[in-house]
């Protein structure tokens, strides 16, 4: 029998040391949504997601991204529990005020605008402008990753105004909390469903313990014996 030459040992070296790398990376998603319907007008509303340790499996709580999709009407006349009622007028969408706070007490607007209750917004502007036609059941998904935000509701995949990145980091564990707010009399909102998705990860490859990685490196030398024996 012949020793494995160096080039087989470095490469059999490379496959125990790939075995390490591809470790997976502890991660999942928690899911919460609240369906309540909630109108709003000149008013605000705060919906409450509470997440507690059962809900982690005994994972990580450390917060690596979050989306937030919403199911909303904004209306130029009245809202119900099915949509737009009335004729559409003018929704006046500039009115919309959308923001999440982290449990830690972060906020991060989704739509901003710039009036009234200002507590959980970033910013002192309109994410939208006025004019159009009923906006009516609108789903929206924010997501750092998405499209820029054009200058009225539209369903589909859009990044905030701020950022959901800035909760990274942070425990996902207790109390977030969604901010919807239409802060001019007429022309009413209404919420039909808000949903967080929170993936809490370890953030990086799981730390390998030092025996399996020498056993990654002796099965690879292994393999790496069995290569030159199938080569002669
Ligand atoms: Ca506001
Ligand atoms: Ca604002
Ligand atoms: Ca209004």
Redesign the pocket.
């Given at each position: 029998m012949q020793f494995p030459t160096i080039r087989k040992i470095r490469s059999a070296v490379l496959m125990g040391l790939l075995a390490v790398a591809v470790s997976p990376v502890n991660a999942m998603v928690i899911t919460k949504t609240d369906s309540v319907f909630v109108s709003n007008d000149n008013s605000f509303t705060i919906k409450l997601f509470d997440f507690l340790l059962a809900d982690f499996g005994g994972g990580s709580t450390t917060v690596s991204s979050v989306t937030v999709t919403v199911d909303y009407s904004k209306c130029g006349s009245g809202v119900g529990t099915g949509g737009c009622t009335g004729g559409p007028g003018n929704p006046f969408a500039n009115e919309i005020?959308f923001a999440l706070r982290s449990p830690g007490g972060t906020n991060v607007?989704l739509i901003?605008?710039?009036?009234d209750n200002?507590d959980y917004?970033?910013?002192?502007?309109e994410t939208f402008a006025s004019g159009g036609s009923n906006f009516d059941r609108i789903v929206t998904t924010f997501d750092d990753a998405g499209a820029a935000l054009g200058s009225a509701p539209a369903s589909g995949v859009f990044a905030p105004e701020g950022s959901l990145g800035d909760f990274a980091g942070e425990s996902a564990l207790g109390v977030w909390e969604f901010f919807i707010e239409d802060d001019v009399g007429l022309d009413p909102i209404g919420v039909y469903s808000v949903r967080l998705d929170v993936t809490v990860s370890d953030g990086a490859p799981v730390p390998v313990p030092a025996p399996l990685v020498l056993m990654g490196l002796g099965l690879g030398l292994l393999a790496g014996a069995r290569g030159i024996r199938a080569a002669r």
């Amino acid at each position: 029998m012949q020793f494995p030459t160096i080039r087989k040992i470095r490469s059999a070296v490379l496959m125990g040391l790939l075995a390490v790398a591809v470790s997976p990376v502890n991660a999942m998603v928690i899911t919460k949504t609240d369906s309540v319907f909630v109108s709003n007008d000149n008013s605000f509303t705060i919906k409450l997601f509470d997440f507690l340790l059962a809900d982690f499996g005994g994972g990580s709580t450390t917060v690596s991204s979050v989306t937030v999709t919403v199911d909303y009407s904004k209306c130029g006349s009245g809202v119900g529990t099915g949509g737009c009622t009335g004729g559409p007028g003018n929704p006046f969408a500039n009115e919309i005020g959308f923001a999440l706070r982290s449990p830690g007490g972060t906020n991060v607007s989704l739509i901003e605008n710039n009036g009234d209750n200002e507590d959980y917004e970033t910013g002192n502007f309109e994410t939208f402008a006025s004019g159009g036609s009923n906006f009516d059941r609108i789903v929206t998904t924010f997501d750092d990753a998405g499209a820029a935000l054009g200058s009225a509701p539209a369903s589909g995949v859009f990044a905030p105004e701020g950022s959901l990145g800035d909760f990274a980091g942070e425990s996902a564990l207790g109390v977030w909390e969604f901010f919807i707010e239409d802060d001019v009399g007429l022309d009413p909102i209404g919420v039909y469903s808000v949903r967080l998705d929170v993936t809490v990860s370890d953030g990086a490859p799981v730390p390998v313990p030092a025996p399996l990685v020498l056993m990654g490196l002796g099965l690879g030398l292994l393999a790496g014996a069995r290569g030159i024996r199938a080569a002669r």
